[in-house]
């Protein structure tokens, strides 16, 4: 097994995969005609993933989520990418990149380049892309990662300059591997709104290492090799390969046991991890990790927002500061996720550059709840106790364990009568539509885009970020521009530790808990160990049967 070859590719943290994949050792392929898998021909056996992940679109512009852009990254070509075990940018499309000028990152595409159906893949679906992501700015899209964009330029076929506002951006390349690098084929995908998936799937607009054969959205996809692939990762390890939804992690867990499945990814409760765990043809690899869970506050419609009939700023802080005074986080990264979670005291996770812990010395004490000084928030800010405070979450998109997780949440906010929480869930293609416009306060969860603290901060925090929960701190936002240029790693880091303690106080999220990494082996038929590369993305086409 060889580590340039990568087949079907999932999204990750840097630090590691905050989810847990378990790989399985499978019968060996039937026999039957050269190629098909048998006489250890495994590169050509297919290979299948189960999944609890939802598909909101295949659009890159339409969705910012791990399950649509896990199958974008089989599909779809970027300029940059990464090698496996390793979170730095690298050409995929990409000749050559670069900046040849403080504020202007000029690419060079390889020549040749083409698209499973035959088009042409050159700067103007580059731009085109680009252009679009900024013009559709979907709510649930990625284009807020596009915010140092100034314009961008195509002197000719091989050639695209992205003007920048801020000079020597440190981020630029990792952007460029992140949700929003996609490229797409711009004789097939309409400049100006997301395209269905059937649209997508029927056009062939593939430009990855795998095309999309069949597509039954969130129960079946089937993938076969593109040949016309000449990014970075080389030619796909498997000839096929297949993602196989599940509505229940139960049943998912009974079919990799089974060796029904390949892999099991995202998401398996705690106590199935544990009983898996121990199994002679499953092997889980854990360590830290960089998924971040939350709640968001939407500050138009939350108690005493600025949209609702009794608006008003002060008494709507005291309540986002009551609520992280009551947190155990503690108690429900032990008691509900059996510590594979660990705390959350800040917005940028423990291993990145510039994390520090500000929640933990501004609410409750020491990292615990405090009762008292939540009560005592509210009542210097005037609210009137308890108060009622509408919490979504969503039970299938982060986990079986998030209706636990919130229900603890809820007991504890309601414990000493300073709340009471009206605690609702809803599926997750629903959920991802209207978080937005109608939850007063609801559950995130965050995988990094690429490897930067500052991509824990960007999306939330900057003005028009990504929550789309009607936040705005000039300060914060002239902040994060600043930093993205700054050169010097010191003085960088002093301003991402800075920004972490500004946004602390304004609390338009409440950080919970920090996922753990999870770095996946299963055996092959030989009993052998097939190890997966834990890194920003890792690979799943070396696992062949």
Excluded at 27 to 52: M, Q, V, Y
Excluded at 211 to 227: E, G, P, R, T
Excluded at 495 to 510: C, F, N, R, Y
């Amino acid at each position: 097994m060889t580590r340039k070859k990568n087949g079907l590719r999932l999204a990750a943290a840097v630090l590691g995969i905050s989810a847990l994949a378990l790989t399985g050792c499978t019968s060996a392929a039937p026999s039957g005609s050269e190629g098909d898998g048998s006489n250890g021909d495994a590169a050509s056996a297919p290979i299948t993933l189960g999944t609890t992940d939802k598909v909101t679109s295949l659009d890159p512009a339409g969705s910012y989520d791990n399950g649509s852009f896990m199958v974008m990254n089989q599909i779809f070509p970027f300029l940059l990418n990464s090698e496996p075990g390793s979170p730095d940018p690298s050409n995929d499309l990409a000749e050559s990149a670069e900046f040849t000028s403080p504020t202007e990152y000029t690419v060079k595409l390889k020549s040749g380049l083409k698209w499973a159906n035959g088009h042409d893949l050159d700067s103007k679906d580059v731009k085109f892309t680009f252009d679009r992501q900024l013009k559709i700015a979907d709510p649930n899209g990625p284009s807020s990662l596009l915010g140092n964009v100034k314009s961008i330029e195509t002197p000719d076929a091989s050639t695209v300059v992205f003007k920048l506002k801020v000079p020597n951006d440190q981020t630029f390349p990792q952007v460029l591997t992140s949700p929003v690098g996609p490229i797409v084929d711009d004789e097939v995908f309409p400049a100006d709104k997301v395209l269905d998936d059937s649209e997508i799937v029927s056009s062939k607009a593939f430009g990855g290492q795998y095309v999309i054969d069949s597509y039954n959205k969130n129960s079946l996809i089937s993938f076969s090799a593109n040949d016309a692939y000449a990014g970075l990762l080389g030619p796909a390890a498997n000839k096929s390969a297949a993602i196989k939804y599940y509505a229940d992690a139960n049943n998912m867990k009974l079919d990799i046991q089974q060796g029904n499945i390949d892999v099991a990814w995202r998401s398996l409760t705690p106590t199935d991890i544990q009983d898996l765990e121990g199994q002679e043809n499953l092997t889980v690899h854990k360590g830290p990790g960089g998924e971040l869970r939350y709640i968001v506050f939407n500050f138009d419609t939350m108690p005493y927002g600025a949209k609702t009939a009794d608006a008003d700023e002060k008494k709507a802080l005291a309540v986002r500061q009551a609520a992280a005074d009551l947190i155990d986080r503690q108690a429900i990264a032990t008691e509900v996720y059996k510590d594979t979670y660990t705390p959350a005291y800040s917005y940028v996770p423990q291993g990145f550059t510039g994390a520090i812990e500000p929640l933990k010395d501004m609410y409750g004490t020491d990292g615990k709840p405090d009762a008292a000084k939540a009560k005592k928030a509210l009542e210097d800010a005037g609210v009137q106790t308890p108060v009622n405070l509408p919490l979504q979450y969503n039970p299938d998109h982060y986990g079986p364990n998030s209706g636990d997780e919130y229900a603890m949440i809820q007991k504890q906010l309601e414990a000493d009568g300073l709340f009471k929480v009206d605690l609702k869930s809803t599926e997750w293609v629903t959920y991802q539509k209207q978080r937005v416009t109608d939850y007063p306060a609801y559950q995130l969860g965050w995988f990094p885009d690429y490897s930067d603290a500052d991509n824990f901060l960007s999306p939330f925090f900057a003005k028009d970020n990504f929550l789309s929960n009607n936040y705005d701190n000039p300060a914060v936002d002239k902040l994060i521009a600043a930093q993205r240029g700054m050169t010097d790693p010191a003085k960088r880091t002093k301003a991402i530790e800075e920004l972490q303690t500004m946004v602390a106080k304004d609390l338009s999220t409440l950080p919970l808990l920090q996922g753990a990494q999870v770095a996946v082996a299963g055996k092959d038929v030989n009993g052998v160990d097939k190890t997966l590369d834990a890194s920003f993305k890792f690979r799943l086409g070396v696992l062949s049967k």
